[in-house]
Each structure stands twice: as C-alpha cells, then as structure tokens.
C-alpha cells in the first residue's frame, strides 16, 4: 500500500525518480525514470540499470552509511551528451526503506559554464600575442635598438598597430557586453533603413576604392520604416560591407540589394530584406554554422592581418536578434557569399 502510494506521488513529478529498496532492486520508477532508462526496469538489480561507476558508488554509499551523496550522470545520445546531477537520500518509514534516487538535467548549465571558460581562454589568447610583441619591442628600444633611428621607427610603427588591434579587441568586447545586456529590449524608434544603408556606403567608398572594389546600392527606391536602433544597424551593415570589402576580392563588386516581402513566414509579417553580396571566392559551406560563434575564424591568419577580431558576426547577430530579426549567411566556395538581414516592417 505505501509503495502504491509512492508510486502515484512520483509519476506526478516530471524530473526522473527512482525507488531503490533494501534488496537492492529498483522499487518504484515514475514515467520519467522510464524514459531515461527504458521500460521494464522495476525489480531489477540497480547496478544493471544504473552502470556507471559514480552514480553506483554513490547509491551504495547512501544504502551503506544513511546519508545523502551527489553524483554526475552521462548520457551520450546521437545528438548531443545530457549531464544530470544525481542526488541520492535514504528513505525510511511506512513500511518503505532504501534509497530514493533523483535525477536534474544540468546540461544547460555546463554548457554555459564551459562557453565562460572559452571565451576568458579567447580573450586571454587573442590578448597575449599584441602585449607579447609589444612588451618585446619596448626591450629592444631600451637595449640593443636605443639608438636607431630606422629601427627604432619600423619598431614603433608594429607596436602602434598592435596596440591599436588591442584597442579593437576590446571595443568589440564592450559592443558585444552592451548588445547582450539590450536584447530582450526591443527598440522602438523608427528609421529609414535606405538613408541608413546610403549612409554606410559613403563612410565606407573610401575604403573600398583603395581596395579596388565598387560598391552599389539596389532596390533602393523611397523611404522604408523599420523600427530599431540606428546606432547598432550601422555597426551591422557597416561590419558587414566592411568584411565584404575585405574579403570579396580586389577588382570585384559588392552590391547592398534592398527588398521588401509582403509576408515574411519567419516573421510573420511584412519584412525588409539587405542582401550584402560579394564576388570573392566564398566560404566552404562546412565553416557556416559556426561563423557567428565569438573568436571563431575560417582564416586566423588572415582575419589577424586585416585587422579582425572575431567578434564582428557575433556581434552582428545579438543586434538582428534584439531587432526580432533573421540573420543568413549563403555561400559556396569560388561563387561568392551573401550575408542577409531580414527586419520587421514598421
């Protein structure tokens, strides 16, 4: 009778409970637990549902000694690895002892904490290799360079650049800190995204004629409204034709295609599409996932010299993000990429 009643009191709990009684066997498993571990594993022997050695020791620690243990389970799916925290307490009364074992999914939590960890190691590296040079430069203009002229010069001129790359580090850091904070705020003010655009591309001709690159605004015809923040679209369209430039290759063009669609099935709703086009010779299509991730590069070395951080498509989609926009990338090696905005229509 009191094991029924048990029974009926953890099926209505969603996290997975087991009852582990004195003879060792599974007593009581509510849905949960049998999702986990399969049906059928009431009245068998815990260490053939359990198995692994953590999760075992602890139960047999609480069988033993009375007294509450923790414990990490794995499990290794097709998809992803699930961590559960284990907590295992004896039970006793009403005609029931043994041990009751329960089960939280702090996956979750583990994989925040371990994105913390590799960010700090990030920062950490993409810091050290600036302050290693420059700490390396001003010894030599102390020593054996302290009286020349010519080298004294080309040292100076690599310690402003890599002061000026930790300088870019660090804004991009305290964009990306102060874009996280305003997700969720969604923003109200209402632009004109073609003025907007228009003026990206002006501030940014300069730039692509010493690349050797053309720029050209299409679809643009009249105003278009969109509600948001002015300050950070330009830092995605401008961190986006900027990149264009960069990488789309010397001699190509790049085109800023505008749209708009009566109903966008992402948005449900009418929507303003920036298309920023390059010609240049594309992404493998095995790096796009992972192409908005902080830090993460398809050219280290060639991000490093052009002056990236790693930071900027991050950055690019917590702004689409608050924006309660869509952000796509499309490309293929040798056929150019296309980076895409889709915003809600004010």
């Given at each position: 009778?009191?094991?029924?009643?048990?029974?009926s009191?953890?099926?209505g709990?969603?996290?997975?409970?087991?009852?582990?009684?004195?003879?060792?066997?599974?007593?009581?498993?509510n849905p949960?637990?049998?999702?986990?571990?399969?049906?059928?594993?009431?009245?068998?022997?815990?260490?053939?549902?359990?198995?692994?050695?953590?999760?075992?020791?602890a139960?047999?620690?609480?069988?033993?000694?009375?007294?509450?243990?923790?414990?990490?389970?794995?499990?290794?799916?097709?998809?992803?690895?699930?961590?559960?925290?284990?907590?295992?307490?004896?039970?006793?009364?009403?005609?029931?002892?043994?041990?009751?074992?329960?089960?939280?999914?702090?996956?979750?939590?583990?994989?925040?904490?371990?994105?913390?960890r590799?960010?700090?190691?990030?920062?950490?590296?993409?810091?050290?290799?600036?302050?290693?040079?420059?700490?390396?430069?001003?010894?030599?203009?102390?020593?054996?360079?302290?009286?020349?002229?010519?080298?004294?010069?080309?040292?100076?001129?690599?310690?402003?650049?890599e002061?000026?790359?930790?300088?870019?580090?660090?804004?991009d850091?305290?964009s990306?800190?102060?874009?996280?904070?305003?997700?969720?705020?969604?923003?109200?003010?209402?632009?004109?995204?073609?003025?907007?655009?228009?003026?990206?591309?002006?501030?940014?001709?300069?730039?692509?004629?010493?690349?050797?690159?053309?720029?050209?605004?299409?679809g643009?015809?009249?105003?278009?409204?969109?509600?948001?923040?002015?300050?950070?679209?330009?830092?995605?369209?401008?961190?986006?034709?900027?990149?264009?430039?960069?990488?789309?290759?010397?001699?190509?063009?790049?085109?800023?295609?505008?749209?708009?669609?009566?109903?966008?099935?992402?948005?449900?709703g009418?929507a303003?599409?920036?298309?920023?086009?390059?010609?240049?010779?594309?992404?493998?299509?095995?790096?796009?996932?992972?192409?908005?991730?902080?830090?993460?590069?398809?050219?280290?070395?060639?991000s490093?010299?052009?002056?990236?951080?790693?930071?900027?498509?991050?950055?690019?989609?917590?702004?689409?993000?608050?924006?309660?926009?869509?952000?796509?990338?499309?490309?293929?090696?040798?056929?150019?990429?296309?980076?895409?905005?889709?915003?809600?229509?004010?």
């Amino acid at each position: 009778m009191a094991t029924d009643l048990l029974s009926s009191v953890l099926s209505g709990i969603s996290q997975p409970l087991l009852l582990i009684g004195s003879d060792d066997r599974v007593s009581v498993a509510n849905p949960a637990a049998g999702l986990l571990f399969g049906p059928g594993i009431v009245g068998r022997h815990y260490i053939t549902v359990l198995r692994q050695p953590a999760l075992l020791d602890a139960v047999e620690g609480t069988l033993r000694h009375r007294q509450p243990t923790q414990a990490r389970y794995l499990v290794t799916g097709v998809a992803r690895e699930t961590v559960w925290k284990v907590l295992t307490a004896p039970v006793e009364g009403s005609g029931v002892t043994g041990v009751l074992v329960s089960f939280e999914d702090i996956t979750d939590l583990e994989q925040v904490g371990q994105m913390r960890r590799d960010f700090v190691a990030n920062v950490s590296h993409e810091l050290r290799t600036p302050l290693t040079a420059l700490l390396g430069f001003i010894e030599t203009l102390k020593g054996a360079a302290r009286d020349d002229a010519v080298a004294r010069e080309r040292f100076l001129t690599i310690m402003a650049r890599e002061a000026e790359r930790m300088n870019r580090l660090v804004r991009d850091l305290l964009s990306l800190s102060r874009v996280e904070a305003e997700e969720r705020v969604r923003p109200t003010e209402r632009i004109d995204i073609v003025a907007l655009l228009s003026s990206c591309v002006t501030a940014l001709k300069p730039m692509a004629q010493e690349a050797g690159v053309t720029l050209e605004v299409t679809g643009a015809e009249g105003v278009v409204p969109v509600p948001a923040d002015a300050d950070q679209l330009t830092q995605v369209f401008h961190n986006l034709i900027e990149n264009a430039v960069k990488y789309g290759g010397s001699g190509q063009r790049v085109t800023i295609a505008i749209s708009r669609e009566e109903r966008d099935l992402s948005l449900r709703g009418p929507a303003v599409r920036i298309d920023v086009i390059d010609r240049g010779e594309g992404i493998d299509p095995i790096h796009l996932p992972r192409l908005t991730e902080r830090f993460y590069r398809v050219d280290s070395h060639r991000s490093r010299e052009k002056g990236g951080t790693g930071l900027g498509l991050a950055i690019v989609k917590h702004i689409v993000n608050r924006h309660r926009g869509r952000f796509r990338i499309d490309s293929e090696k040798g056929k150019g990429s296309r980076f895409s905005v889709l915003l809600p229509e004010a």
